[in-house]
């Protein structure tokens, strides 16, 4: 990143964190000793990379959300009026979690095996963003008004949530690369 030509301009989300940007390339002239693999083997790299960011780091972000779960039924418990519809909100929440949580440990004793990650590893993408945004739903519908008016952790949270079928390649992209190579349903 410190190569002449290489500007980088800090993307601020909705929710206040410039994580992502904008990254130019400016006449770049990339010095031999800095290249990964041979030219033309970008695409080959890639490929072989994605599936450790689809998966691999989850296990963090499923611990934190099963936190933030734990904090929600703490909070809809302090105000004391629970339904049956605050009951299917927080089973299809725990539901989503669990489910990630399941798939996302097979794919960590599959690559502790040594098992080569593949197209499969989209599934656990879209068990994270599925899961995530549930939780956050389910958390903006039983603490009402929270979200819309309050500067909590929780209206920043959701609005972080929102980007769960985005960040890491979106859902759609994971969803047609589980059709294409896992179901060999074809390009239509």
């Known amino acids: ?20 940007c904008e990254v130019y390339f400016d006449d770049v002239v990339v010095p031999a000793d800095r290249m990964l693999g041979q030219p033309g083997d970008g695409w080959r790299l890639a490929m072989d990379l994605l599936p450790f960011e689809r998966s691999t780091c989850f296990w963090q972000r499923i611990a934190y959300l099963y936190s933030r779960f734990d904090r929600l039924i ?85 609005l972080y949530s929102r980007a769960a079928t985005i960040y890491g390649g979106t859902a759609e992209i994971q969803r047609n690369i589980i059709a294409r190579r896992l179901l060999d349903l074809g390009k239509e």
């Not at 989300?13 to 410039?18: A, C, E, F, P």
């Not at 009951?87 to 990630?100: E, F, N, P, R, S």
């Open 1 to 20: 990143m410190d190569t002449p030509g290489i500007t980088v301009r800090p993307l601020r989300t909705m929710h206040g964190v410039d994580e992502f």
């Open 74 to 158: 703490a909070e809809v418990n302090d105000r004391g009026v629970q339904d049956g519809e605050d009951d299917a909100a927080l089973g299809g929440a725990y539901l989503g979690l669990h489910t990630l949580r399941c798939r996302s440990r097979d794919t960590q004793y599959r690559l502790g095996a040594g098992t080569r990650l593949g197209p499969d590893t989209s599934i656990d993408k879209v068990l994270l963003a599925t899961a995530e945004q549930r939780m956050y739903d389910a958390a903006h519908d039983l603490l009402a008004g929270t979200i819309e008016l309050d500067e909590s952790s929780w209206r920043t949270e959701y």
